[in-house]
């Protein structure tokens, strides 16, 4: 069968929304751009051409793939985030515009100290940072491009998740961002105890398990599980974090998390009662909902602190 291209991305819009997705014409136009390797203008460009019945098929293919639900992002394998494009694969989860807010406030406290216009440290102090739970790596190594001289370290509990991140650095040009595979402060306990960093960033999984069977089919049926359940009440990461994070930080080293909407309050307490830290912060995204969590190590642990 061939058939013009117009009509073979109608065709496939019909076949998407028949499936409930949601941008059906986006996605039928940027799967076909993807298979025949066009932009929007060159879509335009091509608009009138007939096509032979082994394009139609291969589209076809794609098209049942995310009718089938597949994300549109691993189907292309890739997304864009920060202005940058990233490798994405089941192993890791899609990067999200709300984590592009965590990277901008991360950024904007790297290169002039302060958070959101308010002063929150020495301009210059952060030289060395770890993305902990970095999946694809989109936020260390976005501020590593961004970030002229910043040292970053990415680790993951995922071998393949790494090496997907791996990836990513070579692929924008980041060679000296370094890899630790290992479940959370694991892989800075042996050979690397001592190693202290100023920041340590993370998206962990912060979803309760009791929500996950109601997020979207993409979210819930193909994106990696482990990067999503936070436990119970979805901050087992954070209670981990808030203890251990203090002893892989110089003094005055920032915590930044980014954390689901209703979990401003739940964080900023359990950071607090830790008497590890202070100056704990919420900072909302674009959409007005909390998303960032921010907290700077004590020089000295207050007394309530629990003592290790
Ligand atoms: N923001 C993601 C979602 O809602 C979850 C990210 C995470 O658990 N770290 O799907």
């Known amino acids: 069968m061939s058939l013009p291209l117009k009509e073979l991305i109608n065709y496939g819009k ?3 929304e028949r499936a409930g997705i949601e941008d059906a014409d986006r996605d039928a136009r940027g799967l076909y751009c993807f298979l025949d390797r066009l932009d929007s203008v060159g879509l335009m460009m091509h608009w009138q051409d007939v096509l032979q019945d082994n394009q139609c098929e291969a589209y076809f293919e794609l098209i049942e793939r995310r ?17 940058l494009t990233f490798a994405v694969d089941p192993s890791v989860l899609i990067p999200r515009q709300d984590t592009e807010t965590v990277v901008e406030d991360a ?34 190594i976005s501020l590593a491009k961004r970030c002229g001289r910043l040292k970053v370290t990415c680790s993951d509990i995922s071998a393949p998740a ?16 370094r890899f630790e595979q290992g479940d959370l402060f694991e892989p800075f306990s042996g050979k690397l105890g001592r190693k202290k960093f100023d920041m340590i960033i993370s998206n962990p999984p912060y ?33 981990c974090i808030a203890s251990e994070a203090a002893g892989h930080l110089h003094k005055n080293g920032v915590l930044m998390l980014e954390i689901g909407f209703d979990q401003g309050e739940a964080v900023t307490e359990m950071l607090r009662e830790t008497g590890l830290y202070g ?22 642990p207050l007394d309530s602190a629990v003592q290790p």
């Open 107 to 140: 950024e904007e406290l790297i290169q002039k100290g302060t958070l959101r216009d308010r002063p929150y440290g020495k301009p210059g102090a952060i030289k060395e940072i770890l993305d902990l739970c970095c999946g694809s790596g989109a936020i260390g």
């Open 14 to 16: 019909t076949q998407l």
């Open 67 to 83: 009718a089938a639900g597949e994300p549109f992002q691993y189907i292309t394998g890739t997304q864009e985030f920060m202005g």
């Open 279 to 300: 100056d704990v912060t919420c900072l909302k995204d674009l959409a007005g909902k909390d998303r960032i969590v921010t907290a700077k190590k004590l020089k000295k």
């Open 162 to 177: 790494i090496a997907t991140a791996r990836r990513n650095a070579a692929a924008n040009g980041c060679k000296s961002v």
């Open 207 to 239: 979803i309760a398990s009791s929500v996950i069977p109601e997020l979207q089919r993409e979210v819930r049926e193909h994106e990696p599980l482990e990067a999503l359940d936070g436990g119970e009440d979805g901050l087992d990461f954070y209670r």
